[in-house]
């Protein structure tokens, strides 16, 4: 439990870090940082999804 909070703080700070702290290297890395180029706030969800996401 502790770990997912700090994804979340550090999703809504920078978001492709907790993107690759989650998932690694590959495609969801890839997606949420052209989301964080283009738009901010679509990249900070996409980040939050991948962290509330159970596998």
Not at 16 to 44: S, Y
Request: charged letters at 15%; glycine letters at 6%; one cysteine or more.
């Amino acid at each position: 439990m502790d770990n997912k909070i700090l994804l979340v703080i550090i999703s809504i700070l920078f978001a492709p870090l907790a993107v690759f702290l989650k998932e690694g290297v590959g495609k969801h890395l890839l997606i949420n940082i052209i989301l964080c180029i283009f738009f901010i706030f679509p990249g900070i969800l996409h980040a939050l999804y991948l962290v509330f996401r159970e596998e």
